[in-house]
């Protein structure tokens, strides 16, 4: 019953969000102004942990084929395939969901609890559109930049653990990075990281912004919203798999 009376709640808040904006040149203010704050300010944590798993994907794959029958650019066609596929798309946007997802949860929250939402209501402001809007449209504008960054840091990584451990030469991984390529890939990636963004956006700003209660609610409601977004991205991603590869 919760989970009907969530849903149903949640697609009437998307009709409020997508309502028409109160003022376009103070919305794209906003968009600028949240690309900023949820997009690049998460560069540094996507950059960080996606240097280091390709790394580890370079290692462990090429730790666990050391058979004599199989060549070398394998490592760099499965670390290739890994990242575009999965990592850069799905993980990073896990992250992103721990990271954006409650900083917009805790934020629309907190104006919840201080009432300043009821004040946006009572001056006849969509408060909905004025302060999620912007987000969404943030964080689906941002999120495939973030992932093609994290792609491109991602296979560096691995080339980087490869080439200093000695357990791929460069040239053999670089070859396995353009082995039977296929551009589609990446389009896969994107697709699911316009996706990816919309759900961390408007899942966390429903949270936030249908908070009651005192601080302590808060922290709650961004609790909620980072496991929310996280099992709706993993469902997603099986859906879109199933539809984009099948």
Not at 101 to 112: F, N
Request: include cysteine.
């Amino acid at each position: 019953m919760t989970f009907l009376f969530h849903t149903g709640r949640y697609f009437l808040f998307l009709k409020k969000v997508f309502d028409k904006p109160v003022k376009l040149n103070i919305f794209f203010k906003q968009i600028i102004d949240e690309i900023d704050d949820l997009g690049v300010g998460s560069l540094g944590i996507v950059a960080i942990i996606s240097v280091f798993i390709g790394a580890v994907i370079t290692l462990q794959t090429a730790y666990n084929i050391e058979l004599p029958i199989i060549p070398k650019y394998t490592v760099g066609v499965a670390a290739r395939d890994t990242i575009l596929l999965e990592f850069s798309s799905t993980i990073v946007s896990l992250i992103l969901a721990g990271k954006v997802g409650s900083h917009i949860a805790s934020e629309i929250g907190t104006m919840r609890v201080t009432e300043q939402i009821d004040a946006l209501d009572v001056m006849g402001i969509n408060s909905a559109s004025y302060l999620v809007l912007p987000k969404v449209v943030a964080m689906v504008f941002i999120n495939p930049f973030l992932v093609m960054i994290s792609m491109g840091i991602g296979i560096f990584g691995g080339w980087a653990a490869g080439a200093f451990t000695g357990v791929v030469p460069s040239a053999e991984y670089i070859y396995g990075i353009q082995y039977a390529f296929i551009p589609f890939y990446i389009v896969y990636s994107l697709i699911k990281s316009v996706v990816f963004g919309f759900l961390i956006a408007t899942i966390s700003g429903y949270w936030g912004y249908y908070t009651t209660g005192g601080s302590l609610e808060v922290g709650r409601c961004s609790t909620r919203a980072v496991v929310v977004s996280s099992i709706q991205i993993l469902l997603f991603n099986l859906i879109l798999t199933q539809l984009l590869l099948a």
